[in-house]
C-alpha cells in the first residue's frame, strides 16, 4: 500500500490536527500548531513564508543555533560508517569519546557515565543508581527520594515522583506513583541566607534518613516546575546535610547544564558536587535526544558490592552513535566559542530589557540567570491568544502556566534578542489592557 503526502500545507496541517498528538495538548481541542519549514541560525521559517526568532532554543537544546554546518558535518560523516548498534556488549568510539568529554568537563569524582536516550530516562536511571547502590550495601529500607517543591524533573513515572506533587501536571497518577518526601522549595535573597530557608529539609532529612535513598534537586534554576532561581548557598548547606545524613545527592542539570546559567554546569556556582548527576536537551546542540547520567566511583563500584549487582536499566538506543558524534562536536564548538561572555552578555540584556516589565500590573516578578529571562505573571496566561499575538509579533516564544519566559539560543545577537524583549513587553502590556476590559 503507498501513501502519498499531499504538497499543499493546507492539507497535511490539517492531517496533523485531525491525527498527531501534539505535548501538553488535548485531541479534541487542541492548541495551534504552526508548520516549520525550514530552520537557521536563531530563526524558524514558517510554510507561509514567516519567519520567527526563536525564543526557546527547541525546549533549551539549540543552543549553537539551527542547521549549523559543523553539527551537521558530524553527523554525516559519522553515517557513512553506522547510524546505530545495540549498546549491550557492543561499544564504539562515538560513544568513548563523548564520555571522555563528559568526564573531562565535570567533577573530578564523576567517573562513570550511562548513556540514555532522553532527560526524562535519565533521571530513571539516576533514581535505580541511588536504590541499587543502597540494596547492594545490605540498606533495603533505604528507597525513597527527598526533594523539593517547584521541581520538575519528566514525565516518566519515577521522575513524576519527585516532581511537585501540587502545584505539577502529574497529579491524576498520585496513587501509582512512590510516595516521595518534600520540603519547602528553595528560597534567595542574593547573597545572603537564613537557616530557616533549609530548616525543613534538615527535619525531614534527620527523621527519614534510614529510608532516604537520595536527594534530588535542580541547581540554582528550577526549569518547567516554576523557573524560580535560588542561592548557591542552598546547595553548600544541602550537600553537608547529605554526608551527615549518609544520604546520596543527585543534581539534575538536565536544563541548565552545557552553559544555561553562565556557568558550564549550575552546581559550579556554588563549588559542590554531586554524587550522581542528569545532563541532556543542550548536549546534542538541539540535533538528537541523548542523555547520559554520570556518577561517582563509590556509587558505581557500590552497586556490585554484593558481588552480582548489574545497574537494571538498558534503553535500546543508548550511546545512539550519531547521537553521540554531534553530541561531541556540540561540546566542542561550545568550548572553542567564547560562549561564556555571550551567556553573561545575553544575561546583561535580559535583566535591563526585562526590567520595565515589572511595572506591569499583570506582572508579579522579572528575574534572569545567565541566557534565561522570566517574567512571572499573577495568573495564569491565556496560552492560545498569547501564542498567536507572539507569532504575530515574528517571534517564538511559548508561555506556559503564569510564566513568559525565555531560553535563546547563545549565538543571538543584541538586536535579536531585543526583538524577542521587545515582543514581551508588547504582548504582555496588551494582555494587561485586555484582562481590565474583561
Known sequence: MEFEVSKKPARWEAYDREHIWHPYTSMTRPLSTYAVKAANGVYLRLTDGRELIDGMSSWWTAIHGYNHPRL???IERQLKSMAHVMFGGLTHKPAIALAERLIGLTAKPLQHVFFCDSGSVSVEVALKMAVQYWYARGRADKKRMLTVLGGYHGDTFGAMSVCDPVNGMHQMFTGMMPRQLFASMPQCDGDKWDDAWIFELKALLETNRDEIAAVIIEPIVQGAGGMRIYGAEYLRQLRRLCDANDVLLIFDEIATGFGRTGR??????????????CLGKAMT????TLAATLTTSRVANGISADGSGVLMHGPTFMANPLACSVAAESIDLLLETPWQERVHAIEAQLLK??????????????????AIGVVETRIAV??????ERFVENSVWIRPFSNLVYIMPPYIITEDQLSKLTSAMKTVLAEWSERIDKI
Not at 559550579?268 to 558536587?273: E, F, K, P
Open 72 to 74: 551537521n558535518a558530524a
Open 264 to 277: 558550564l554546569f549550575a552546581y559550579q556556582h556554588a563549588d559542590v558536587v554531586p554524587d550522581i548527576i
Open 285 to 288: 546542540g538541539g540535533y538528537m
Open 353 to 370: 530589557e526585562l526590567e520595565p516589565c515589572r511595572q506591569l500590573p499583570v506582572v508579579s516578578d522579572v528575574r534572569c540567570i545567565g
Open 382 to 387: 491565556e496560552m492560545p491568544w498569547m501564542q
